[in-house]
């Protein structure tokens, strides 16, 4: 996968070709009017990270100097947000854009859900832990089982609620460790010494909140 990835520019997809130049930290890349990262040592730290926990990086982009668009794999669920790369250490919450494809009634459709994460913890990442995806496939076969065309939104409370009330602990637990994969991959990326970490609070609110689903045809 190294020998794929190539090249990151502002406004550039990470496989488009062009020169290249590595960078000691993020303060330079940020501040530089050429963002670009190898596949050399400053990038290979970040993509063996995810080969450890089985991720896999799919796109990545950066909108401009200070903002980056990233999207991660894992197993059947395509996960994506946009990470503010000056304030990283200082991320509160993060919301992701998740598209997973099930077969219903005979035919595949693709179903996007965006939610919204509270950044909230106080431990490192164990990458031997095996992720639990279930909260996440209860949470679309509930929607695809409703059979509805269009989207769900958070104006929609009741039906809201109902996909996710006996489920919100699990799906807060599943994107906390969700939050530790986006910002630890993004700090090995950017040479960044650590990415902060959070004091535990006994009154944080709703760690994770459903902001919409839906379906389409593929």
């Known amino acids: 996968m190294l020998n794929k990835i190539r090249n990151i520019e502002p406004g550039a997809d990470y496989n488009r ?9 993020s303060s330079r890349i940020i501040d530089s009017s050429l963002i670009s990262i190898s596949d050399s040592k400053e990038f290979s730290p970040a993509l063996a990270f995810l080969a450890r926990i089985k991720w896999r990086l799919t796109n990545i982009k950066f909108i401009d100097k200070d903002r980056i668009t990233l999207t991660l794999n894992i197993k059947n669920y395509e996960i994506s947000t946009v990470l503010d790369l000056v304030n990283l250490s200082a991320t509160e919450e993060i919301t992701y854009n998740i598209v997973s494809k099930l077969e219903v009634d ?6 996007l859900a965006k939610i919204n994460s509270l950044v909230f913890y106080n431990n490192g990442l164990d990458e031997s832990f095996q992720v639990n ?16 065309n269009s989207e769900l939104r958070q104006s929609d409370t ?29 700090r090995k990326l950017l040479q960044l010494q650590n990415v902060g970490v959070l004091e535990s609070k006994n009154d944080v609110g709703e760690l994770i909140t459903l902001i919409s689903i839906t379906s389409t045809s593929i």
């Open 133 to 148: 995806l279930e909260p996440m496939d209860t949470l679309f076969e509930r929607f695809a089982s409703l059979r509805i």
């Open 106 to 111: 005979g035919s595949e459709k693709k179903y």
């Open 158 to 186: 009741t039906l809201i609620k109902n996909l996710v009330e006996d489920i919100k602990k699990e799906l807060g637990e599943l994107f906390g460790y969700i939050n530790k994969i986006f910002l630890i991959f993004t």
């Open 17 to 25: 070709s062009g020169k290249y130049k590595g960078y000691e930290n």
